[in-house]
């Protein structure tokens, strides 16, 4: 166990929809980042936010946006959902004193239709 | 830019057999390396890393990897696999310089699919 979760678990929407997936991390976890997981694929960074400001992108459009909460709880938004944003999302949090290693949550699974 | 490759993306063994996943990176500085396991429909569970030191690393269930810098490689092993070691693994690895105000930012190979046999 991680004391990180996720939610939901999986979730089904249509093309040009909007989805919000939220994360919760362990207190005292300053850093947050998510990975996308195409099938088959290793993940992918999307982004990371330190201080509840962002931090460094990957390759991923402005549609993908976040969040970072005072309380260590996070999102994820992604707008004008496509086809290929079908994927696992994963978060990640990190303390501030180990901050090489990162706590991976259960995933939320993402069916775009 | 860093990269990972992992060079098998599915190995079968039997149980009981030893066996050696392998992983090498690219990265024009010093990296960070690490292992990740990710059983079927869960999220990544940290194996083992290496941020500097001994060039063998010893970690959860039995696994352990060396870091070969020569050979830019990472190779992940285990002396004797179970069936419950069946599991798609990953190689990462980060850059230390990006970890020293925030958390590190992982690069993934593509997974390597360990399926263990009876």
């Known amino acids: 166990e991680t004391g990180v979760t996720q939610s939901p678990t999986h979730l089904i929407k249509t093309r040009g929809q909007q989805v919000t997936l939220r994360c919760s991390s362990q207190?005292?976890?300053?850093?947050v980042s998510w990975y996308q997981q195409a099938l088959g694929q290793g993940p992918q960074f999307i982004f990371q936010?330190?201080?509840?400001?962002?931090?460094g992108r990957g390759n991923f459009p402005p549609r993908f946006s976040g969040l970072q909460f005072p309380n260590y709880s996070s999102e994820l938004n992604v707008n004008a959902l496509e086809l290929d944003d079908s994927a696992l999302y994963l978060c990640?949090?990190?303390?501030?004193?180990?901050?090489?290693?990162?706590?991976f949550g259960p995933g939320t699974r993402l069916l775009v239709l | 830019a860093q990269s990972v490759t992992q060079l098998d993306s599915q190995v079968p063994v039997f149980e009981e057999a030893p066996v050696e996943l392998r992983c090498n990176y690219s990265?024009?500085?010093?990296?960070?390396l690490f292992w990740y396991v990710q059983y079927p429909n869960q999220g990544l569970q940290l194996l083992l890393k290496?941020?500097?030191?001994?060039?063998l690393v010893k970690g959860i269930n039995g696994f352990e990897a060396e870091f070969n810098k020569s050979q830019t490689s990472f190779h992940l092993r285990k002396p004797s696999v179970h069936i419950s070691d069946t599991a798609e693994y990953f190689c990462?690895?980060?850059?230390?310089?990006?970890?020293?105000?925030?958390?590190?930012?992982?690069?993934f190979g593509e997974g390597t699919q360990l399926t263990v046999n009876p």
């Open positions: 990640a949090s990190s303390l501030p004193d180990n901050q090489e290693t990162q706590y």
């Open positions: 207190s005292g976890h300053n850093t």
């Open positions: 936010y330190y201080r509840e400001e962002e931090n």
């Open positions: 290496y941020l500097s030191g001994s060039t």
């Open positions: 990265s024009s500085v010093s990296v960070y």
């Open positions: 990462a690895v980060s850059d230390p310089r990006s970890g020293e105000t925030s958390g590190s930012r992982l690069t």
